[in-house]
């Protein structure tokens, strides 16, 4: 059996090696600041015969969605990606990738929304794709993104719903650390090709996505919803079965560090929860038991696993970067007390919004704020 | 966790920098991360690079806010370099043609223009001082020669003799300033 291989490289490159390994068919693709270098690598790749895939340069991110809908249609293998004011541009032809059912996996590399213009970090962006009936991970390593892509595609071609794989521009896209590259045919062994149940083929011509009345249309809207509940147990099953082939684990739905004997728990997600870490470690000296759940999983909100792992009576400090427009804090806190209601009401949730546009947050400033908000 | 921080003006290879150290943290059997912050790019603006080294998984992604080390490009940054962030017996390693001391701190220096100009490492840009800078690093970091002469090799396989020969001599004679 070949080893794994340990190379030094970019979240960016990252997900570009992982597209590679998946054995990916079809790559539509708009460059856009942070994600770029997937994009560029991946053509690279395409080009210099590494990856059998046919690349297509489109003059826009409605245009990019649009091509991989059309080429997941076709039963192909289909990867983009994509940042920010792209995803929003995206927005109307994410519905038809989710309500045709069509397993794209697309990259989103997190950047704040113009106006004003930044290119740094917030999470606004796939926060507000929420309601397109896509899947979202959220990564918080560049590992994470190699490893979740794989997942991804698995878990989409199961369950034919599009997924989101989401991580921080720059923190994370152009930060060069280790990462293990599992040997080919034990990826293949996890991620076998996509054989999908129906395709459009000229040979036998069919059409879909044809005008419904809303008796057909409220089934399909029914099944949409049922089945993204559905993928909970897929995705932890990709997880497991990921970690039994690779021996690498980055969580299921979540992820948490140091919670069983918690008092305080820090909630956060990407870059900023593989920080807190070490938050948690600094309140830990100071005699704080503090301790770390991380939703990988945003869509489905892991609701079941966030209610189980919560020690009793603890004291959740959601760390939000988005904003909730309309509310005081974030989003995830929104989401958090929605799934505690009249289900836990031994927990305290408090929220603080922070890191907005890619605002540093060092591990002593987090600390700080998590002790902060205790006397509040 | 070593944390090392790069203040430099854009052109002058920071980032170059920062990814050899952090290769040069993996073949010498440790967990290396290069961070650069990347602003809207100007060459010649003040930019910065955070460098971090660990036995263990390395699980920060902010930039250096009180790094161990601090290494300044170029003499015109030191004020800057120092005022962004260093611990309190943290070491300053600065490019300079002579010696520099700063205040309170542990500090080393190196005429990196000097070496790569004489090792014929120069455009019409100016010198490669991160090559020498590189050397001088290991030197400081305590990284045998050996591994920072196989971290040139590996990211520059059959031309790096020139590199190979500029970081050796900054290895060898960075200075240690008293203080």
Redesign the interface.
């Known amino acids: 059996m070949k080893a794994a291989q340990?190379i030094?490289d970019t979240g960016a490159h990252a997900a570009a090696l992982a597209v590679k390994s998946a054995r990916v068919d079809v790559v539509p693709g708009y460059p856009i600041t942070?994600q770029t270098s997937i994009m560029e690598a991946v053509a690279a790749m395409v080009e210099n015969g590494e990856l059998n895939a046919r690349f297509i340069p489109v003059e826009g991110e409605h245009s990019a969605m649009a091509a991989a809908v059309a080429a997941s249609a076709a039963g192909a293998r289909v990867f983009t990606a994509t940042s920010a004011n792209g995803l929003l541009y995206m927005h109307e032809v994410l519905h038809m990738a989710s309500g045709g059912r069509l397993p794209v996996v697309m990259c989103n590399v997190n950047r704040g929304i113009f106006a004003p213009w930044t290119?740094w970090a917030d999470h606004q962006d796939s926060f507000a794709q929420r309601d397109t009936g896509w899947i979202q991970y959220h990564c918080?390593?560049n590992q994470e993104v190699f490893n979740t892509i794989l997942q991804a595609f698995r878990v989409a071609e199961q369950i034919n719903i599009p997924i989101m794989v989401n991580f921080?521009g720059?923190?994370?896209s152009?930060?060069?650390?280790?990462l293990t590259l599992p040997p080919q045919e034990d990826i293949d062994r996890f991620l076998p090709p996509h054989e999908p149940k129906w395709r459009l083929d000229p040979a036998h011509p069919s059409s879909f996505s044809n005008v419904t009345n809303a008796a057909e249309y409220a089934p399909f809207r029914q099944m949409l919803s049922d089945d993204i509940m559905a993928s909970i147990p897929l995705v932890k099953q990709a997880a497991q079965e990921y970690k039994d082939i690779t021996g690498m684990w980055d969580g299921d739905t979540i992820d948490t560090y140091l919670l069983e004997d918690a008092e305080v728990v820090a909630f956060a997600v990407n870059?900023?929860a593989?920080?807190l870490?070490?938050s948690i470690d600094i309140l830990r000296e100071q005699g704080i038991k503090a301790g770390l759940l991380r939703p990988r999983l945003y869509l489905p909100f892991p609701a079941e696993d966030i209610i189980n792992a919560l020690p009793q009576n603890a004291q959740v400090m959601v760390l939000d970067r988005n904003y909730n427009f309309g509310h005081p804090g974030g989003i995830l806190a929104s989401e958090l007390k929605s799934v505690l209601f009249g289900r836990r009401n031994d927990i305290t949730v408090k929220n603080r919004v922070m890191g907005i546009g890619g605002i540093?947050?060092?591990?002593?400033?987090m600390a700080a704020e998590i002790r902060a908000m205790m006397d509040e | 966790m070593l944390e090392l921080r790069i203040n430099g003006f854009g052109g002058q290879g920071s980032v170059t920098l920062?990814?050899l150290l952090?290769?040069a943290a993996?073949e010498n059997g440790e967990?290396?991360?290069?961070?650069?912050?990347?602003g809207?790019e100007r060459r010649g603006a003040p930019v910065r690079a955070a460098v971090r080294m660990s036995p263990t998984t390395?699980?920060?992604?902010?930039?250096c806010?009180?790094p161990d080390y601090v290494v300044v490009m170029s003499e015109k940054l030191i004020k800057a370099a120092v005022s962004e962030g260093i611990t309190e017996i943290g070491t300053v390693i600065i490019n300079a043609p002579h010696a520099v001391a700063v205040d309170k701190h542990p500090t080393w220096q190196l005429d990196a223009d000097a070496i790569a100009r004489e090792a014929g490492l120069f455009s019409a840009d100016g010198p490669f001082i991160n090559i020498p800078l590189f050397g001088a690093v290991c030197r400081v970091l305590n990284i045998p020669q050996n591994i920072m002469e196989q971290t040139i090799m590996n990211k520059w396989p059959g031309s790096g003799e020139r590199n190979l020969g500029a970081a050796g001599k900054a290895y060898n004679t960075v200075t240690q300033i008293s203080v």
């Open positions: 340990v030094m942070p290119l918080s390593s921080d720059f923190a994370i152009h930060c060069l650390m280790p870059s900023m593989a920080e870490r070490l540093d947050l060092p591990r002593r400033f | 920062a990814h952090a290769q993996l967990q290396g991360q290069a961070l650069p912050f990347f809207v390395i699980h920060a992604h902010s930039q806010e009180l």
